[in-house]
């Protein structure tokens, strides 16, 4: 018989999943004071759905065996996106929704063999919205959400901010046979994939601009007007970071912008985000999200509002940079309650329950103790608030 979980899988001790439950409380409390609605999309859709079309390597998924192509679902948007155009599609725009469950994904490692991960995510959609009224919501409601999480200065969390559309505008310098190429070796940091990738002195000095275009975003954005000209685009993020900066100072939440940067998964083709603050050991990627616009039309029958944009926090990684690995659980402490040989069992049981019935947390000692100072020590040694001895 197997003793340990499957590669990728975890145990959570109770601590584990008391601090899951308390973060992932704190952040439901932000979306529903924003006028967020909690929806609970299905851990299992057609492979067709979980890929968006192309966006989600299906590499990815973890497939299932069944009549039909079905996965479990590696983040929560396309599936919130498919109902929100099906099943919502008569709901008047915009929509605010959020939810919270396990996200499952499939990695090789480097022997190779398959591994699968789960992973706790929370996060929230607001759809039908296209303009950057949407983009600076979302940013304001991320850092009100990280802000309840207790988030502390040695933390340095820091909030990268990118745009699908700036990205192409840049690497529209280049000729379009080696757009792609460069596109994936800025957004990998390859320094080498883009000498290589040059071939005339004026390509090489674009490419090295690029690499290096990341910083404030007034600093950044100064040097996009100059590259690029007048941008509707720059317009826009300049609009949303503007919106952005009172929420970030008040919070001690640094801003980049990286017009390089790009999210884990190719779902999105306007403004890219997440936030990053810094672990134990190394940085820690603690929420990201984006515009969808692309992914709300592929769902809906003829492109009506399709307009969306969401983030998910990684509560895990919240819990592991805030709380560490300590193994002690945290929880209150009950009462115990202990009885002695002559009492009957029923006795100490009814005893129980009229605690529980004053919302006193309570539990029963396993057995009878022969004295109430036996039973004491009992109690002491399982931390518990106090002692209620149950006598004849």
Known sequence: MALQPAAGAKDLNPRDVELNRRIAEQ????????????????????????????????????????????????????????????????????LRLWAMGPIFRTSTTESGSKRISEQLQSGVELLGIGSAAADGELLRLLLAAAGQLGLRPEHRPTLLVG?????????????????SAARSALTNFDSLALTQLAESEGEQRLLTSLMRLRGTPEAVIGQLKQAIGPNQIIDQLEFSLALLAPAAGRLGVSVQLDPSFQPHFDLYDG????????GAEAPLEIASGGRYDALVGRFSPAGEDAAGMGFGFAVEAVRELLYGEVADPIREKPVLVGYGPTVPLAAALDRLEELHAMGVAAELLGEPAASQGEAQARANGRNSSSLEWVTD
């Open 27 to 94: 952040l439901a409390n932000v979306y529903r004071l924003w006028g967020y609605q909690e929806v609970a999309p299905p851990s299992f859709e057609k492979l067709e759905t979980l890929q968006a079309g192309g966006a989600i390597d299906g590499r990815e998924v973890v497939r299932l065996s069944s009549d039909e192509p079905l996965g479990l679902r590696p983040e929560l948007t396309a599936s919130i996106a498919r109902a929100a155009s099906t099943r919502m599609a008569q709901w008047p725009r915009p």
């Open 271 to 278: 403004l890219v985000f997440k936030l990053v603050c810094q």
């Open 163 to 179: 745009h699908h559309g700036l990205l192409a505008a840049l690497l529209g310098q280049l000729p379009e046979e080696k757009r």
